[in-house]
């Protein structure tokens, strides 16, 4: 089983370093001997690499892990790289990624803030009057050159500068989640055709108040969108 890995399933990293992969695997009652990386740039050639072994292979964990040089590669190149280890007894490593399903995917190229287009930050909907058990979409449209793979997380705060708590949560990974019991997330999509690194996307953000939800009028409620990407810039 993978453990942990220093490597994202859709991540970005300059040409200009050498590319550090490395992979934490456990296994009983000994670790495994054959264990190879399988790399595909887009439009390229399919390599294999042996993957440089643990020093202790009759532990129950260790690091594999492969120094590639990435000089090879231009910017915007796109490589896929999935794992070939098994085990003495020979079973497969489980969620090892495939040629068609690889377990990483990385783009290359500099790394960049991402941005909140203002001028299409908009509702979903031209009623404006919130009611609770409806569906509401915030759509967010944001810019980032690695795509949105490369962003940690989206939050908005429904309530900004109230003590409300009307915060409510996206990434790529973990999907959307509210962080009050008053608002309930319905969906949250990536709209279109958009791929993980396109650098241009729209995020909808479909939410559902609660009837507990308080309606008092009078509360000017501003909403906050802040952007974070892998590397911790918004």
Known sequence: VIISSNVAKFDHKPTSEPL????????????????????????????????DKPVNLNGFQGYYSKLIDASEYSQGDILAGWL?????????????????????IIKFGPDGPPTISQDGLQWAQEDYWLHPGQDYGLQIPMSDMNGYGDIEAVSVDLGFGTDNGLKLRWSATDGCSSQTTTISMVDCVILGNTSYFDPFFVLEMTFELGWEFNPDTSIIRTVMVEVQDDAGQS
């Open 84 to 104: 070939e280890v098994i085990d003495p007894a020979g079973h497969s490593l489980i969620d090892s990624g495939t040629a068609e399903d690889p377990l990483f």
């Open 20 to 51: 550090d992969l490395q992979f934490l695997i456990g296994d009983r009652p000994v670790l495994p001997r054959h264990a190879y990386l399988h790399l595909k740039v887009d439009g390229g050639e399919h390599e294999i690499f042996e993957l």
